[in-house]
């Protein structure tokens, strides 16, 4: 069975500051990732994905991703961070065709500072 | 906006009771996904209907149940609510192969 481990609970940053997210998977195929924002008592919006090819992928907001197969890790990092980049953040595995039965992590919560 | 819409954003329930909660996917989306979300915990996935038809499940008892209707809009239906049940259940609609799912905002439910 797949699963996804996010080992920062909270991360604080500066804005204007750069970041990154950790997120460590398992799965016994090639998997299908994917990074998610939650802002309080929202959905979630899609920020990235990654399927095959580049392992360097671009998402929206300025936000990027890099899958590791060595390390079996698809880390979130965004080189400088704004107020309104505070939020929780998902990584999530995908099983099937992508999408479907996701398998997401325990979240990690940013916190901006001035 | 995802085109998604949950309804009702927020309700509470008395233990012992059943809910049903609903779910418009995106136009041209034919595949539907439940999530249940405690706080402070990713969402995990509860199962998933494909042209009305159950194409997965995951970890949780036959008391949760759902339907899709012909135009892909879909339920979750819980029995026998426990104190447990409280969360945020989120829908999320797709295309079967397609590589992305779109998200509700959910339906805050609390059990008491």
């Known amino acids: 069975a797949q699963s996804v481990t996010q080992p920062d609970i909270h991360i604080t940053v500066s804005e204007g500051a750069s970041l990154e997210l950790r997120c460590n998977y398992s799965y016994g195929a090639t998997p299908y990732l994917f990074w998610y924002v939650q802002s309080p008592g929202q959905g979630l919006q899609l920020l990235l994905k990654y399927f095959s090819g580049d392992t360097l992928v671009q998402g929206i907001k300025g936000f990027e991703a890099e899958f590791k197969r060595s390390q079996s890790s698809f880390n979130l990092r965004k080189p400088s961070v704004h107020w309104s980049d505070a939020a929780e953040y998902f990584c999530a595995v995908g099983t099937g065709f992508g999408n479907e039965k996701l398998t997401f992590g325990t979240g990690t919560r940013l916190t901006i500072i001035p | 906006e995802t085109g998604v819409t949950q309804s009702p954003t927020h309700l509470i329930k008395t233990r012992g009771q059943q809910v049903t909660l609903r779910c418009s996917s995106q136009?041209?989306?034919?595949?539907v996904s439940w999530y249940q979300q405690a706080l402070g915990q990713g969402p995990q996935f509860i199962f998933q209907?494909?042209?009305?038809?159950?194409?997965g499940r995951g970890n949780f008892p036959p008391r949760f149940s759902g339907l899709q209707f012909p135009n892909y809009s879909s339920e979750l239906n819980v029995n026998a609510l426990e104190l447990d049940d409280s969360a945020l259940y989120l829908c999320?609609?797709?295309?079967?192969?397609?590589?992305?799912?779109?998200f509700g905002q959910g339906t805050r439910l609390t059990v008491v």
């Open positions: 136009s041209g989306h034919n595949t």
């Open positions: 999320a609609s797709s295309s079967l192969g397609n590589t992305e799912a779109f």
């Open positions: 209907y494909y042209r009305e038809e159950e194409n």
